[in-house]
């Protein structure tokens, strides 16, 4: 039946119909409601309504405290594994959270924690992050880090940009942390870990461990 429902009818209309005509299947069809309320458009409305996106930042944030645990706090991640938030794009962010509650991306212990998560609170955590700044610290190996600007420069610029901060459709990566830069660009590279994206593998398939070192000594000291 709500197979039926989703495939004939737009989703938000599905949605309630489920709602109010099947009690019986409230509970779970809330989940199912909140899976289908259109994030990106949430997003863009709340981007063009100063009032609105400082009340989901607020939402945003409440929601996002345990985030803090392993994300720092205000998305500034103190454990080189983890990836800061802040800073990054709202709309790669929200991409990437919807990728783990419907399981594209994997990482069991968030899975369930964005799953929990409203639809407001979602984009709210999002406009929380974005806004917020990004510390960095100077490279510590100044020589690889020369090296690594080099072949920035020559690649990666084109999606990133100069400045590593992307835009809407690209992820900001400068400053992001080194750990977690290595394994994911090794992902993308070996079509490992669960992270596939074709234009990641186009350009990182040419790089060597020695240049993957040398790239992430100067993009997580990027500003
Ligand atoms: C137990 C630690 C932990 C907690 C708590 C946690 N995360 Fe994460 N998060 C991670 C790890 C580790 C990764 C990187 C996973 C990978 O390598 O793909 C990650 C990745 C992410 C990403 C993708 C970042 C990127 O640059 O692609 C987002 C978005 C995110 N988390 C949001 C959240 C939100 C929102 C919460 C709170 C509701 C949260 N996380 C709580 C550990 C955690
Ligand atoms: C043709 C465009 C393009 C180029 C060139 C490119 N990238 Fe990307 N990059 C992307 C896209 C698209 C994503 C998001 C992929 C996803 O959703 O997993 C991404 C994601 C990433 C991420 C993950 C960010 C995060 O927070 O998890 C890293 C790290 C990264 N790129 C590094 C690089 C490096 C280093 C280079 C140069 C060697 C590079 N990229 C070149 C398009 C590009």
Redesign the pocket.
Known sequence: MTMFLKTYLPCAVAATLVLTVLPGFAQSSKAAANAKVDLSARLIEAEANTALAAELAIKGRRAAAVCANCHGEGGNSVKPDI?NLAG?NPT?LL??MR?FADGRRRFDFMEGMIKAMSPDEKVGAVLFYAAQPVITAPAKNAALAAKGKT??DK??F???GSDGKGNN?????AG?QSV??TA??KN?RGGTGG?T?P??A???RH?TDADIEA?VAY?SSMK
């Open positions: 990836p990054q790669y991409e990437q990728q072949y920035y690649i990666c084109r999606c990133h459709a690209f992820a900001r990566i992001q977690y830069l994911t660009i993308y992270r994206n234009l990641m186009d350009n990182t790089m790239v993009v």
